[in-house]
């Protein structure tokens, strides 16, 4: 009620004023409104119309790229490798289960004992006293024979034999290393030779001694490991379009 001297005031308009409470933000739809016909949130307002825009980025946040161990798009667009059933996208791998991986890493194992035969073959090639006690226990090892005598006696055979047997073990070395990688990856054909070669160092076995029992008995355990479940189910997928995977 206003007097005649006084200027009447203007009665406050119904309805929410910006800044009260309940209010998002001045022209945003409170919960339980109907948003007006037209309305857009600013968030995608402000978005470029374009494919591939980070929502991320309109709501102030730093793009997918800008995370620490973000790889890029991935399988199907994820930016994970490949997991699970289903095709395996060309050049990518499965992941090798666990007892693939200790075959893997006991193949290697008896690379590391083929590869250290080779450096021992190496000091006896170049240190005259461990080539004698090389020639010595040959000489009790073999059957009294004069063949057998005159070649030990002969330095030059001795040392032709020397340099073949430790090239012989160094690549067999090699051998052993690249074989188990390509077992991981998956090769069919690494897990067959593997098999192969498990068989033919049984030979090894006629003389024997722990070196050898222990490099033998590794690959054959490595190759019992690699033909039972889930390693041959592992080596049974294939890639489409690229063959086994691991080639």
Do not use: C
């Not at 709501?59 to 199907?76: I, V």
Request: hydrophobic share 45%; glycine share 12%.
């Amino acid at each position: 009620m206003t007097t005649p001297d006084e200027t009447p005031q203007e009665r406050p308009t119904p309805g929410p004023r910006p800044g009260h409470y309940g209010e998002i933000a001045p022209g945003v739809p409170r919960y339980g409104q109907y948003a007006p016909e037209g309305w857009v949130p600013p968030s995608s307002a402000d978005a470029p119309n374009k494919p591939g825009h980070d929502a991320g980025t309109s709501r102030g946040l730093p793009p997918a790229a800008a995370y620490p161990g973000y790889g890029g798009p991935g399988y199907n667009g994820t930016g994970l490798p490949h997991r699970g059933a289903g095709p395996v996208p060309p050049g990518q791998h499965l992941a090798a289960p666990r007892p693939v991986a200790v075959a893997s890493r006991l193949v290697m194992a008896a690379g590391t004992l083929q590869a250290l035969s080779g450096v021992l073959l190496l000091f006896v090639l170049f240190l005259p006293a461990a080539r004698t006690t090389l020639i010595d226990a040959l000489k009790s090892a073999l059957p009294s024979d004069p063949s057998y005598d005159s070649v030990l006696a002969d330095q030059a055979a001795i040392t032709g034999l020397l340099v073949a047997a430790t090239v012989l073990s160094l690549i067999a070395a090699v051998v052993y290393f690249w074989l188990a990688v390509k077992i991981r990856r998956g090769a069919g054909w690494a897990r067959t030779t593997a098999l192969v070669l498990a068989i033919v160092s049984l030979l090894a076995l006629t003389q024997p001694n722990i070196f050898t029992i222990v490099q033998v008995g590794l690959g054959i355990v490595a190759v019992i490991i690699l033909y039972r479940s889930p390693a041959k189910e592992y080596f049974a997928r294939r890639v489409p379009g690229n063959g086994p995977h691991g080639y």
